[in-house]
């Protein structure tokens, strides 16, 4: 499960990849602060150098910048706060969080569930899980598309349904299929094995778990492979939250709260290590010539031109309002294909430069810019998303 060459870095954006592993390494703080309290100084020592060393935050961090390094801070707060009862705190870090990203906005809901349900506290349990879930669709139905011009197009869950509405009459007829679908994969259960098994499985003995369970449903509920690895960003933000439950099962389990603190540290630094291996891939930044002709190359594409691009190169083109994913979306006017993407990219740039169409939209492409690790292609002069047949 080693991890793939990771997302290379422009020569100009080192300050954000420094930035991105302050942010992480501030979201351990309050893991120490629960910790001392709960467990004492030295466990909760460990505790937080068990999340500094867990896979999905070292993954999380060699990513290009990104925002969830913002919302992972902002649940580890937030959490804190919410065990502290520190309302205001909680409030500021709920509001930084679901400005971060849409979907960050079920973690603080989640938040709030656990405030309702075991803390006991009705009327704010009730108005954060409200809140949020309502922020949550405000943002998908009328904010985003509001602001990108068209409809929320990043629905990928269709072992539950076609849309939202129907994923829930799904989940209520078959309520089986939120586990069964989250296990259908041998990869998912790789994932999940090396999710929990770097915490030793003492999540398991927290009722705090149920505040990872929105990111971890939407990524194993989802069709896009992506987002059962563990590459990627994608582990960063439920980190926080294993942390803590982590350490509140530990506290459940005494007298062996230390032992255990140990073991789950040992087991993380050992999965980081030896078996998932999230730094294998760091690149060395690339020289200040090949960034250039990279840039150049990506800025051959018209700034309102719809474009398909590899996962690595995702990251520097978020600028734009139209950019999707090259293994969903094929047949867009442009292509950006990075040299050191994915063996299927590769495949695609090689049958267009070969002339044959590219699916699903049978579209022909010519090669508009080959520079630094960047290949862009244009939708051809016969096709310009016209149907043609294959060559």
């Known amino acids: 499960m080693a991890l793939a060459p990771a997302y290379w870095i422009w020569s100009d954006a080192r300050v954000l990849l420094v930035a991105q592993a302050l942010l992480v390494a501030a979201a351990s703080l309050p893991i120490y602060f629960w910790g001392r309290s709960q467990l004492g100084v030295f466990s909760a020592a460990c505790a937080q150098l068990a999340f500094l060393a867990f896979w999905g935050v070292l993954a999380g961090v060699i990513f290009d910048f990104h925002e969830v390094a913002v919302a992972a801070l902002a649940i580890s707060f937030g959490l804190w706060a919410l065990l502290e009862r520190r309302t205001r705190l909680f409030v500021a870090m709920a509001v930084v969080g679901c400005l971060a990203k849409e979907d960050i906005a079920l973690t603080f809901a989640a938040m709030g569930a656990y405030a309702l349900v075991v803390q006991g506290r009705r009327r704010f349990g009730h108005v954060v899980l409200g809140t949020c879930a309502a922020w949550f669709v405000l943002v998908l139905d009328v904010v985003i598309p509001g602001i990108s011009g068209h409809p929320y197009h990043y629905w990928n869950y269709p072992g539950l349904g076609r849309t939202r509405a129907a994923a829930v009459v799904t989940l209520l007829e078959r309520p089986y299929r939120a586990l069964t679908l989250a296990l259908d994969r041998t990869t998912k259960l790789v994932t999940l094995t090396e999710t929990f098994g770097a915490w030793l499985f003492l999540p398991f003995a927290s009722p705090l778990l ?172 016969r096709s310009r998303l016209r149907p043609t047949r294959a060559a």
């Open 210 to 381: 149920m505040v990872a369970l929105p990111a971890l449903a939407e990524r194993f509920w989802a069709h896009n492979p992506d987002f059962w690895s563990s590459r990627f960003q994608y582990t960063l933000p439920v980190s926080p939250v294993l942390a803590f439950a982590a350490i509140d099962g530990v506290r459940r389990l005494r007298p062996f709260s230390r032992q255990l603190v140990l073991a789950a540290l040992a087991c993380g630094v050992l999965l980081s290590a030896l078996v998932v291996r999230p730094l294998e891939g760091l690149p060395e930044f690339m020289s200040a010539t090949r960034a250039a002709r990279s840039d150049a190359c990506l800025d051959r594409i018209p700034a309102d031109a719809p474009v398909a691009a590899s996962q690595r190169l995702i990251p520097h083109l978020t600028h734009r309002l139209d950019v999707k994913p090259l293994a969903r979306e094929s047949g867009e006017l442009y292509l950006a294909v990075a040299h050191d993407s994915r063996v299927s990219d590769r495949l695609l740039l090689a049958r267009a430069l070969a002339g044959l169409a590219i699916e699903p939209r049978r579209v022909h492409y010519r090669l508009v810019c080959h520079g630094g690790a960047v290949s862009v292609l244009e939708a051809g002069p």
